[in-house]
């Protein structure tokens, strides 16, 4: 005979899940001692919330779902957050909770909401499990519906009556293969010639250009065409950054710098856009024309709306595009001349003696090697992270510009340091995100990561009090105190180090790398570049007020 848990960890390891992520509470305790006696790791995390980022980033770097426990109620409800974070980022992960037994009611009501009705808006499937006999096949659709475009998380609730049942065994279900079709012959040819017919083309790459499964086809895309290219905040590092035909990231959805190419493109050609990012450009009446080459249809929306669409795998429907206009765009590097411009405004200032943005991102990119992680937390720090961190690798700069959340920095930094104890890995973290899941500190240490947290201290919540004095409003209510970090982190057991000048910075940080261990590196921000740069010059670029 075997149990319900026993069937549950078997058909995640069917699976190939090797760790999960959460806390488990006293309605989970036979899939507890199954998972011990099995050969999957339990990663406690000290919040269910930070147990969520973390499951949601290792399907976001890997492919493949990440897998997150936690109890009924109120440990099942810490979830929300972190599901809407994989919904809107489009990143597989499984949510497993516990609930009161449902073949009797010995504790009435206790603890008991309905999570199930809870996580639907929240999820791509939200299920209870009521017998053992259909775990195998549940957990195999629930893999299956998680991966699949566009991927995000599923959740299954297993009450622990259930999880204890005893049974006779159940058959496994083996994972298989599903590949998605290439786009239609008729589509490719549609987008074709309307690209070779382009005076003034632009590639634009999304969020779901970055999946792992498509970053080499989509860099040679851009080779064989030659056509310069922007990126979103989530499709940064698809196609490296050096390149030469690299015109720029779009951190605002107007009036920056990079929107120059945009604004004199007469074709956008958009590549795994996904309108759950903060629009990159506006679309109107008076342009541009827009192919959409996505996994599924475009979401149509005030600001986007393509004239043509390019549906299939993502990266063999753009070796099937090249195909058909390669050596035949004329005008593919019509824009061009505007990219040296761009960049050099961008970097500008970027050696200043100064603690300012342009400053950190530039000192943190040269501490960086190419293959290294930066995981970003949602403030002020992430709009000029997006704007000035040349990217050369997918996948190695972690922002979420879909929900948006904080506190997600440090959890999200966490799973990479796990997936690649080899690379250098950093939370880029602001101090009001950075306490919101602090606590994981002790979880790294317990974990021997190697990872530096920098935390960017300006005792604010600084992106929101920017754009109240944008508006015009009195400076109120978004000021707080804080610990002193660097004994903060010691008492965790980490390293920390207070940077006092701005010439030190590199080598603390390059020290902090070089020590190993977890490391958090605290340092002030002179956050004065955000109406400078940010309003007053591109004020100027174009007559009209910053908007939101």
Same mark, same amino acid.
């Given at each position: 005979m075997t149990k319900g848990s026993d069937l549950l960890v078997a058909a995640l390891e069917n699976e190939g899940v090797d760790r999960i992520f959460g806390i488990p509470g006293e309605e989970n305790l036979d899939v507890v001692e199954s998972i011990r006696k099995s050969s999957i790791?339990?990663?406690?995390?000290?919040?269910?919330?930070?147990?969520?980022?973390?499951?949601?980033?290792?399907?976001?770097?890997?492919?493949? +779902?990440?897998?997150?426990?936690?109890?009924?109620?109120?440990?099942?409800?810490?979830?929300?957050?972190?599901?809407?974070?994989?919904?809107?980022?489009?990143?597989?992960?499984?949510?497993?909770?516990?609930?009161?037994?449902?073949?009797?009611?010995?504790?009435?009501?206790?603890?008991?909401?309905?999570?199930?009705?809870?996580?639907? +808006?929240?999820?791509?499937?939200?299920?209870?499990?009521?017998?053992?006999?259909?775990? /195998?096949?549940?957990?195999?659709?629930?893999?299956?519906i998680a991966q699949e475009e566009r991927p995000g998380p599923v959740h299954l609730e297993l009450p622990e009556d259930i999880a204890a049942e005893e049974c006779q065994p159940v058959p496994l279900i083996a994972p298989h293969a599903v590949e998605l079709p290439t786009a239609s012959d008729l589509s490719l040819e549609r987008a074709a010639s309307i690209i070779m017919a382009a005076k003034r083309p632009l590639l634009m790459f999304g969020a779901a250009a970055s999946r792992p499964r498509s970053t080499s086809d989509i860099a040679q895309f851009v080779l064989r065409t030659q056509i310069p290219f922007f990126t979103t905040q989530m499709g940064k590092g698809t196609v490296p950054g050096g390149t030469e035909l690299y015109m720029g990231t779009a951190a605002l959805s107007e009036r920056d710098y990079v929107h120059e190419a945009i604004e004199q493109a007469d074709l956008i050609v958009t590549i795994g856009h996904d309108t759950i990012e903060k629009p990159p450009f506006i679309m109107g009446a008076e342009? +541009?024309?827009?192919?959409?080459?996505?996994?599924? /249809?475009?979401?149509?929306?005030?600001?986007?709306?393509?004239?043509?669409?390019?549906?299939?795998?993502?990266g063999p429907s753009l070796k099937a595009l090249a195909d058909r206009i390669e050596g035949k765009l004329p005008n593919a590097q019509a824009l061009l001349h505007l990219r040296e411009g761009i960049l050099s405004r961008i970097a500008a200032r970027a050696t200043e003696d100064r603690f300012t943005p342009q400053r950190l991102v530039h000192d943190v990119r040269e501490a960086m090697p190419h293959d290294g992680i930066l995981a970003l937390d949602n403030g002020m720090y992430k709009i000029w992270f997006a704007r000035n961190y040349r990217t050369?690798?997918? =996948?190695?700069?972690?922002?979420?510009?879909?929900?948006?959340?904080?506190?997600?920095?440090?959890?999200?930094?966490?799973?990479?340091?796990?997936?690649?104890?080899?690379?250098?890995?950093?939370?880029?973290?602001?101090?009001?995100?950075?306490?919101? =899941?602090?606590?994981e500190l002790e979880t790294a240490v317990r974990m021997k990561?190697?990872?530096?947290?920098?935390?960017?201290?300006?005792?604010?919540?600084?992106?929101?009090?920017?754009?109240?004095?944008?508006?015009?409003? /009195?400076?109120?209510?978004?000021?707080?105190? =804080? /610990?002193?970090?660097?004994?903060?982190?010691?008492?965790?057991?980490?390293?920390?180090?207070?940077?006092?000048?701005?010439?030190?910075?590199?080598q603390v940080i390059a020290t902090a790398f070089a020590e190993g261990g977890v490391h958090l590196v605290n340092v002030p921000i002179d956050y004065s570049e955000n109406e400078r740069v940010l309003v007053k010059e591109l004020r100027e670029r174009l007559p009209a007020i910053l908007e939101s």
């Open positions: 790791q339990l990663v406690l995390t000290r919040h269910e919330q930070a147990a969520a980022f973390m499951a949601a980033t290792y399907g976001r770097l890997t492919g493949k +779902p990440g897998v997150c426990l936690t109890t009924l109620g109120p440990g099942a409800l810490n979830l929300s957050t972190g599901a809407a974070y994989a919904l809107l980022g489009a990143m597989p992960m499984i949510m497993i909770t516990g609930q009161k037994g449902i073949l009797s009611s010995r504790q009435a009501r206790f603890q008991v909401v309905d999570v199930v009705a809870s996580m639907k +808006p929240l999820t791509k499937l939200s299920r209870q499990i009521v017998s053992p006999q259909m775990i /195998p096949t549940t957990v195999r659709e629930a893999f299956r342009g +541009p024309n827009v192919v959409h080459v996505g996994y599924l /249809p475009a979401t149509v929306e005030q600001v986007y709306f393509p004239q043509s669409e390019v549906i299939g795998d993502i050369r690798m997918a =996948n190695t700069l972690l922002l979420d510009n879909a929900l948006a959340t904080m506190g997600a920095g440090l959890p999200s930094a966490m799973t990479a340091a796990m997936l690649y104890p080899e690379r250098r890995v950093m939370a880029v973290c602001g101090d009001g995100g950075f306490m919101m =899941n602090s606590q990561l190697n990872l530096v947290v920098l935390v960017i201290e300006d005792g604010a919540y600084g992106m929101i009090r920017w754009k109240q004095a944008v508006d015009e409003f /009195p400076d109120f209510g978004m000021t707080f105190g =804080n /610990p002193d970090f660097v004994k903060y982190a010691q008492s965790y057991g980490a390293q920390g180090t207070r940077v006092t000048e701005i010439g030190q910075f590199k």
